[in-house]
Every structure is written in C-alpha cells, then in structure tokens.
C-alpha cells in the first residue's frame, strides 16, 4: 500500500508522527501557551473562510506558479522555521532543506535550530532563508549575518513576536530543558519510540549549535528559556533599521498582527511582512492570523506571508483568498518527518500540491492568486 493511501491527509501523518515520536518531544512540537486557546482559535478562524464552488466553468488547467520577492516558485509554500527542529526528528534541518530545495521551495533554517547556517545553508542552492532570533551584541549580530549570508541564505527573516519567553505550559509539564537531558522518565519514553531513538543516538542530542560560537553557557533551563535568551534582545525599530542597513537581500519581519504596524514597516523598507501568531505558541489572547490577515492586507502593498493552524492546501487557499502571496507551514513537515522520515517532507508536497488541484477545480479557478476577494468569511 502506497504512501497515498495510508497518509493521505496531513491528520494521517499527524496521527503517525504520535506514535513515533517520545511523549516530551510531542509536547514539544504540537503544544501552545497557556489555555492553547490561540493555537485552537487559528482553526477554528480557518474554517470559517468559505467558498461558493463554481458550476459549468469547463476544463480548469490548474498554474499554481506563484512569484515571491524576485523569485518563482512552482508552488505557494515553503517550510517555516522551528526551533529545534532536530529534535522532531534527527536530523530535520538538513533533511527539509533538502526536501525544499529538491522541490525549489525555501526552507527556513532558525537561530535556534538543531544545526548550523554553515550545514544547512549549501543544501539550499543559494536561496535559503535564515530566522534571526535578534543578538542584543552588535558584534554577535554582525557575525550571525555573515555567517548566514556567506552559508548561502538570500532573505532574513526577522522575528519579532517573542519579546519575552512564553510559558507552554503542557511544553513544560513534558519535563524537557534546553538542552535537552535525558532523564530516566524521559528515558523511559524514548525506549518506546526505536526509530527515533536509534537516528538520535547516531547522529547525538541535538542543541543550539549555531549559538556555541556566542556562548559556552549548558546550564539547564526550561525548554521555554533556553540560552537563546540571553544573547537575544527585545528589538525596536532602531534595531531594524540597523538590520536594514546591514543586510543587502530581502527582509521580512515575522511575527505581525495589528495592521497599523504595516505601514510602518513598509516605510521601514521592509520586503515582505509575515502574519503569524506564533502558531499559538507564544500568546494566548491572540486573534487567529487568519483574522488579521485582511486587515494588514488592506494597510500595505507589500508581499504578505502567512502561518498559523494550515492543515491543508485548502487553508493554503483561504489564506491567498484573503490577502496572503505566500503561506509557510512548520508542524505539518515535522509531522510528515514523524511519520515517514526522509520521505516524509516530499510527500507532505505532493498532498498539498493535489489538494491545491482539487479544491482549484471545485472553484473554478486555475491560479490561486484569481481567488483574491471570492471567500466567504461571515
């Protein structure tokens, strides 16, 4: 039985990553803040945009082509960053970043990722994009973005939506600290999970690896306060227009809610904005992303981004329909690593790639970006 037909859906590998991965590392990957209220309130938003399927529209020839920040792509997604990644699942980095670039996507690597620019960025072909967790040292700064440049990655993202460490409070219940130690509950749970088990043991615990070069620092700390935290800065806007000055590709700023920050940001010289919650995971009064997105789309005129609770190339579409250029997922590749490993990420695409299709041809519409105004959202 082929991959189509046990994991057809995302829910499918969701489902299948559970079972493989330890209990402390799903807690991990698929936990919110606080109450998870956020986390929840983007699918339930999500579901709410609707649309009027179309009838007698004829044979639709599908383009699902979609130009971003001088760059084409066959497709409207790309992988988000996660910190940590190679926690999910050994290896998760490099392994996305070679899925992205096989299927010419980009992929995000984080400041706070299991591997470094320098071991990920020549798997991207030049046009990878790395998240700054922002240093508050300029000269820790200066060198996290040659570094970053000089590894390959064209665009910088900055995230500015963690000023502070956030609680995740099933996250902390699980027991994990940064770096990670296995303790003998923990323990426990990994012997249930050999696959992921046996791909850790070869290849170590993960950690922050691109921070050792800034910090000798291996205190345990809460997995929510790690020692990202005290290299990084709350930034203001003094601190992106430093960035702006030091950075000669695209720019996007992650992490964006309230339209009336557009603007701004768009004077700013800001390249694209990025419309996130977090996935829930940072504050828990939040509105869904989906709920800003038309908002902020009304206020500017630059490429948006979008994230937060996709589960399908369905949602893929609602976010286009109200605003978005471009739409990132993070969860769903770690749950495609969980379930099927390296050949997990690929076929997470072509779910979302024939889903896409399906719902285009139910619409009547051959591009995605021709849905721009057509959702239903009351």
Request: charged share 20%; glycine share 8%; aromatic share 6%.
């Amino acid at each position: 039985m082929d991959a189509n037909s046990r994991f057809p859906a995302i829910s499918d590998l969701r489902a299948q990553a559970r079972r493989r991965i330890p209990r402390f590392v799903w807690d991990y990957l698929d936990s919110g803040t606080g109450t998870e209220a956020t986390l929840n309130r983007n699918r339930q938003a999500l579901d709410q945009v609707r649309f009027v399927p179309s009838i007698l529209h004829g044979e639709i020839a599908p383009d699902l082509t979609t130009p971003l920040l001088g760059e084409e792509y066959p497709l409207p997604f790309g992988v988000a960053p996660l910190g940590m990644s190679g926690l999910i699942w050994p290896d998760a980095e490099r392994l996305l970043a070679q899925a992205a670039t096989n299927a010419r996507l980009p992929y995000t690597l984080s400041t706070v990722a299991a591997q470094t620019p320098e071991t990920v960025g020549p798997l991207t072909g030049g046009k990878g994009w790395f998240q700054l967790y922002p240093p508050r040292d300029t000269e820790i700064r200066k060198d996290m973005l040659k570094r970053a440049r000089d590894s390959g990655f064209s665009t910088l993202v900055l995230t500015v939506d963690v000023p502070v460490a956030s609680r995740r409070e099933r996250q902390l219940r699980s027991g994990l600290t940064q770096p990670p130690r296995l303790t003998p509950r923990l323990l426990a749970q990994v012997a249930l999970r050999p696959a992921w088990a046996l791909g850790t043991a070869r290849i170590g615990m993960p950690h922050m690896r691109t921070l050792d070069t800034y910090s000798s620092d291996t205190g345990a700390r809460d997995s929510t306060a790690h020692v990202g935290y005290l290299l990084r800065t709350s930034p203001d806007w003094d601190y992106l227009d430093w960035l702006r000055e030091h950075w000669d590709g695209p720019l996007i700023v992650k992490g964006v809610l309230d339209p009336n920050d557009a603007p701004r940001l768009q004077a700013a010289g800001v390249d694209a904005i990025w419309v996130s919650n977090h996935s829930g995971r940072q504050f828990d009064a939040a509105p869904a992303s989906i709920e800003a997105l038309p908002l902020i789309r009304a206020q500017t005129t630059l490429p948006l981004i979008f994230d937060s609770g996709v589960t399908g190339g369905l949602d893929i579409l609602r976010a286009i329909a109200l605003g978005a250029d471009f739409v990132m997922l993070g969860r769903p590749f770690h749950y495609a690593l969980g379930a099927l490993g390296r050949d997990g990420p690929a076929h997470l695409i072509d779910i979302l790639q024939r889903d896409l299709v399906a719902n285009l041809g139910q619409l009547g519409v051959a591009k995605p970006a021709d849905l721009r105004g057509q959702a239903v959202t009351n």
